[in-house]
């Protein structure tokens, strides 16, 4: 049976691959897209396509991409519409968006929204992501150590808040824009690393 990364390795061919990224390119250059954006874009539509295949429309693709890496957290306040995106790039709303979903579920793209409800999309495999996964496992670690000390377990909304709050005031790697939303995020990656701390301690035979 077939590993879930051989699936992925095989999903596209590397010349399928390096044809769409080329293509994506050329459509990025006809349409005066600045080039650090083509860059984001087209790495982006490089791993999307290598996980997903050859998708059936390449320009909804294209404009997908660029879309999510303009609406990086560090790009707020961005009022550009999904709506507005479409029509610039002349294209059906529904593609751009199918697209972009596809894109934030398959690669594991953390969505924030604004007070307007606009969407940003932080990359797993960048800045974001790696702080805010850093600060939750070394606050969990010490949550942890806390409690087997003092025999008090600290609540995983106070640790989230505590946490949350240097994310946005003191370390300023996202934006307050996103204060409310990020609590959920946060939350749901304490659970996760306290479980995995917590089945550790267990393999390890250690109580507290």
């Known amino acids: 049976m077939e590993s879930h990364e051989e699936n992925i390795r095989l999903a596209a061919s590397p010349q399928v691959i390096v044809n769409l990224v080329r293509e994506g390119h050329q459509y990025f250059i006809e349409n005066q897209i600045d080039e650090s954006y083509q860059t984001m874009a087209l790495d982006l539509i490089r791993r999307y396509v290598s996980h997903e295949g050859k998708p059936r429309e390449s320009d909804p693709l294209y404009a997908a991409s660029l879309y999510i890496v303009t609406r990086h957290p560090w790009s707020h306040p961005n009022p550009l519409t999904k709506t507005e995106f479409a029509a610039k790039f002349r294209m059906k709303e529904t593609s751009l ?95 996760k690393e306290s479980q995995r701390l917590l089945k550790q301690l267990e393999q390890q035979d250690f109580r507290y």
Request: charged share 20%; net charge negative.
């Open 97 to 191: 968006e199918w697209y972009a979903d596809s894109i934030v579920e398959k690669l594991g793209f953390l969505t924030l929204h604004d007070q307007s409800q606009l969407p940003f999309y932080a990359d797993p495999q960048g800045t974001i992501s790696s702080v805010i996964d850093s600060i939750v496992s070394g606050s969990v670690g010490e949550a942890v150590v806390h409690s087997i000390v003092t025999g008090s377990i600290l609540s995983t909304n106070a640790l989230a808040e505590k946490i949350v709050d240097r994310l946005c005031s003191i370390v300023k790697i996202v934006p307050r824009a996103f204060e409310r939303e990020l609590l959920s995020i946060v939350q749901h990656k304490i659970d």
